[in-house]
């Protein structure tokens, strides 16, 4: 026990000693005899609000997700409401995917809200993600709550907390919950006294109004018409939008739907994949066996809260292929913007929403459209921020980021994986019956603008080790950064968080018009562009590798491509 830091004994001790159950007393006690290691990760810092909200392991402990957590934040977040709208009637929408101990998170949430005398707009039953998020403006709500750990592994939850406009909160209010939050010193100050007379159900007749929204952004009725039986595949990976999607592809008028029986039923052990994220090809196994045995035309999927969205399609060889994030969303870009030139409805009054870290050709195509392109930093909240700061005043036509999320219209405000299924859907239906497949349209795209090819690579650390480890790597490239890279020199540096761009061989320093944010962004002469995030939730770092070339003919799109892979490689070896 000496070992232990004893401000962390101190910490542990203050559970022991507070009003929690028996179980998780014993829980301590044990780590404190027999596992200081994981004592520590447990109790070494609170979770905070980052760009998921608060999200964490599930277990014992002030950094861990439990009722204890979830109950703090929320008498926080209480508190802040409390404040913020003084005398009103405050509602605040609850929801959650299939992740362990998500009713029991959802339902303390519940309680700890009405007991401080708010009304509760509670799903009956589990729904996406952004069906939340468009509760939150349906129901007049002040706030809303979506527990779930998104695409993260089995052991972990979380806490999504939204504000009035039906995105996650941003700055100055998830800063403002934080320091609620952290004047609660004791359980004793957590309101437990639940009122379930607060408590009102959302049924399902609210999933036929939110469809009807989706199916309000088809742009395509007569072609859909025309391609409606090519075979889909769906698979909600044992998360939140299993009757969601096929209900949205039905809606949009396609009618020869396969879902994936094996990952159909909600189940937060997630017992048919290593991960449940439809970024990794793995989680897609069972749905590119499905589509090669019904000969799909497209294969969709989602993560467990239904905001992300993979696609995969056959390539000019038969193969399925994935495409990725930076791909799905050039393709709904250019179709929007295409279709909207076509029926005349551009006017200078409409933009889009990029993040920092997703693919620049989409700022291409809108400015190829006379269409602003606004860039933001990673978080489909910073996307929300723009939506609502020009509502009234400019039109929102989508927007996304490489993480396989998009959002068509406004009528909701955070990624959206259910619309954004049936959208890729009517992209492939639109132009096969054009005589074209994807890759035939993304060369067409290419040709006009220029070919980009993007990679990822996630170093992940664990523990407190971890997280001073990744901070350390941060404060090096701020303080030493390299001079070049793969075989080319670095010729301009952006610090987010500083707010500065160097032009590397000037010197010159200008300065940065962006919220501050722990990003790093390094310019090759070579035209690649590299950008280093840590995390806002786990010990994590994530390298963005940008690279591009000029596409003389469709045709050579393979060979360009090949090109580029061996560039991506090596850059990615650079950072591995």
Partial sequence: MSLIDPAILSKAQSWLD???????????????????TELVDSFYQDLEFGTGGLRGLMGVGTNRMNVYTVGMATQGLANYLLQCFPGEKIKVAITHDSRINNTLFAKT?????????????????????PMLSFAVRHYGCKSGVMITASHNPKEYNGYKAY???????????????????????????????????LIHYIEEDFDAIYLEKVKGLSLAKAEIQAQKSIPIVFSPIHGASGKMVPAA???FGFDNIHVVKEQIEPDGTFPTVIYPNPEEAEALTLSIELGKKVGAELVLACDPDGDRYAAVVPNEKGEFELLNGNQTGTLLSYYLLSRWKESGKLDGKQFMVNTIVTTELINEIAGGFGVKCFN???????IAAIIRDLEGKETYIGGGEESYGYLVGDFVRDKDGVSACAMVAEVIAYYKSQGKNVFQVLAEIYN??????????????????????????????????????????????????NSTITHVQSGKVENLDMDKSNVMQFYLEDGSKISA????????????????????????????????VDKLEGLRAYFS
């Fill in 376 to 382: 933001v930093l990673t978080g489909f909240k910073n």
């Fill in 533 to 564: 995030r840590p995390s806002g939730t786990e010990p994590k770092i994530k390298y963005y590798f940008s690279v591009h070339a000029p596409l003389a003919d469709p045709m050579d799109y393979r060979k360009v491509e090949a090109q580029l």
């Fill in 18 to 36: 507070g009003n929690v159950d028996a179980e998780t007393k014993a829980s301590i006690q044990k780590l404190i005899a027999e596992n200081p």
């Fill in 163 to 197: 504000w009035e406009d039906g995105a996650q909160v941003v700055s100055p209010h998830d800063n403002n919950i934080i320091k609620e939050v952290q004047k609660i010193t004791s359980f004793d100050q957590v309101n437990w006294n639940k009122n379930d007379e």
């Fill in 249 to 251: 592809l039905k809606a």
């Fill in 109 to 129: 949430t519940a309680d700890v809200l009405t007991a401080n005398g708010i009304t509760v707009m509670y799903f009956r039953e589990m729904r996406p993600t």
């Fill in 448 to 497: 006009q603008f220029e070919f980009y090819k993007e990679s990822l690579i996630s170093v992940t650390k664990k523990g407190k080790d971890g997280a001073e480890q990744i901070q350390k790597l941060m404060a090096d490239f701020r303080t030493n950064p390299p001079k070049e890279m793969n075989g080319s020199e670095v010729v301009k540096i952006v610090d987010v968080k």
